[in-house]
């Protein structure tokens, strides 16, 4: 197949920018240190915890920029998107510091506890079947009927410029790194790394995490184009989406290589984060330490950053606990 070149690549200019805008609603989320991780990887890691920003996720980075960045005008009707979770409750939090209607489509299947958050920040739900093809076809009626402005959960420059915020405040936090690790679905946060830190920190490598049974970034990258799945199944309920023309122009032209880890591994670097750092991140992001761990020879005696991108749990269904 061939891939579609993106109509509109943000620069650096609107990552700073999207953080002068994003300030007042987003939290500077602290970087965090585990001796126990440094002494297994052999190497130093700074945890940059998006589990503890507003919504719960960076997500709401690009959420509020986009939601920050419309006229009046526009923001007249609200806005709409698609999500498995985490942008869905960014972008109806957003929408409700603004004062504007926010209409999500969602997997049925989506954990309960991100349909209480994003109705708890006042977004109206619209179920969809938990597949690509599902989702968009159920969001053009919603579109069509709410005239609503259209925030893609990642192949949107104005989220993608939200996202590299993260990656900048990292580097502000930080003494220097060797490379930076985010987790990868659609695409996202890693684009926004790309973007910030090929201009910023050039010398900073990035690496990307996915979960073995959602590998279409990682047979992409290998291919040379955009291999996208339809549903796949994976406990990294936030990773399950396809790269799009924009996402893909970074991760093609930026990331140094993608890891992919097992469900069983996932769970289990889930599971010891919980436990060692004493924090709650959801398992899409246990997917780059649990890669980590896997590749120990990869990042032995180096610098890591690692952005953990979420924290929004359903507690009564823990991956670890047996029904």
């Not at 943000?10 to 994003?22: F, S, T």
């Not at 998006?50 to 509020?64: D, H, I, Y």
């Not at 985490?86 to 004062?99: D, F, M, Q, T």
């Not at 490598?205 to 590998?215: G, L, N, R, T, V």
Request: aromatic share 8%; with cysteine; hydrophobic share 40%.
């Amino acid at each position: 197949m061939k891939d579609i070149a993106p109509a509109y690549i943000p620069n650096i200019d609107d990552v700073l920018e999207a953080h002068k805008r994003i300030e007042p609603y987003i939290h500077r989320t602290p970087v965090l240190t585990s001796s126990y991780f440094n002494d297994l990887v052999g190497a130093e890691l700074f945890f940059k915890c998006e589990n503890f920003q507003k919504a719960g996720a960076f997500k709401v980075r690009g959420a509020s920029n986009a939601v920050f960045g419309l006229s009046d005008e526009m923001a007249k009707k609200g806005v709409a998107t698609h999500s498995s979770g985490n942008h869905a409750l960014s972008l109806s939090y957003a929408a409700g510091r603004r004062g504007i209607p926010c209409n999500v489509v969602m997997p049925r299947t989506a954990p309960e506890a991100k349909k209480a958050a994003v109705r708890g920040y006042g977004g109206i739900i619209t179920e969809c079947e938990p597949s690509t093809t599902s989702r968009e076809e159920v969001f053009a009626e919603v579109q069509e009927r709410t005239g609503a402005e259209f925030v893609h959960p990642y192949n949107d420059p104005r989220v993608v410029a939200g996202q590299g915020t993260c990656s900048k405040e990292l580097m502000e936090q930080t003494d220097g790194l060797d490379c930076v690790i985010a987790p990868i679905g659609g695409g996202g946060m890693v684009s926004g790394t790309c973007l910030t830190l090929s201009n910023l920190a050039p010398e900073v490598k990035i690496y990307a995490a996915e979960p073995e049974q959602a590998d279409d970034a990682y047979r992409s990258f290998k291919a040379g184009h955009i291999i996208a799945d339809d549903a796949p199944q994976t406990i990294a309920d936030g990773l399950k989406v396809p790269l799009k023309d924009l996402t893909w122009h970074f991760v093609s032209n930026h990331v140094t290589d993608i890891f992919t880890a097992s469900e069983e591994e996932i769970i289990g670097a889930m599971k010891l984060t919980w436990q060692r750092m004493k924090i709650v991140i959801e398992a899409s992001c246990a997917v780059p330490m649990a890669t980590i761990l896997k590749n120990k020879h990869v990042f032995a005696g180096k610098r890591v950053g690692v952005i953990i991108t979420g924290g929004n749990v359903d507690m009564d269904t823990l991956p670890w606990i047996k029904g």
